[in-house]
């Protein structure tokens, strides 16, 4: 899905919150040599070099990299998590060169779960808790205060910058990893049953947004 929308080929690419390395290290074992990454805990930075040697410790909104230093931008599930989103994109903005692209995934409002768990009574409660981000947005941030989902015109306001072209917008249906590796052959087609009505209505409940951005 990101080789299609994003020349990955020998390009300089940043994984920008890159947690323990799996898509960068795939990336550079994969398509090309010139990877970078960067992750605000110190202790999945260590394992991620293990498959990028010189990814960083950083926090998104002050990216470690001269402006125009990348071809592709990569961003999985990150956004929701830093400080300051906007801020966050205007950074992987200023990396990206003119004509690079960005890729952006990141939770959809509108999916069934919230899948990093709630806050009651002061207690944090691990695991996909239903239902939470359906409610009004003030109730939902008081549960989840720790983690953002977007509908699409939370996205679109967020992504509004003058420079930013709008390639691509899609919702997907995950991979569910954990849920096959439990249930086995039912898991494998519920999986490939909820992707195949990707790009149709029934979206509207998938569990991420894919963006794609390319910089004017």
Known sequence: MMAKWAPLTNARVLVAGCGVGMYG???????????????????RVRVARRGIPGALVSAGEDIPFADDSFDVVLSHEVIEHVRDD?????????VTRRGGRILLFCPNRWYPFETHGHFWKGEYRFGN????????????????PHVRAYTVAELKRLLDFDCLEFLHHSRIYGGY??????????????????????GTLLDTWALSHFVVLQKR
Do not use: K
């Open 86 to 94: 906007r801020r966050t994109l205007a950074e992987m903005l200023r």
């Open 129 to 144: 808790s239903p239902l939470i981000n359906y409610l009004p947005t003030r109730w939902r941030n008081r549960l989840a």
């Open 177 to 198: 990893d954990n849920i096959i590796a439990r249930l086995g052959p039912p898991a494998h087609l519920l999986r490939d049953l909820l992707q195949r009505v990707e």
């Open 25 to 43: 290290a795939q990336i550079r074992a994969r398509y090309s040599d010139r990877v970078q990454a960067f992750d605000i805990e110190a202790c």
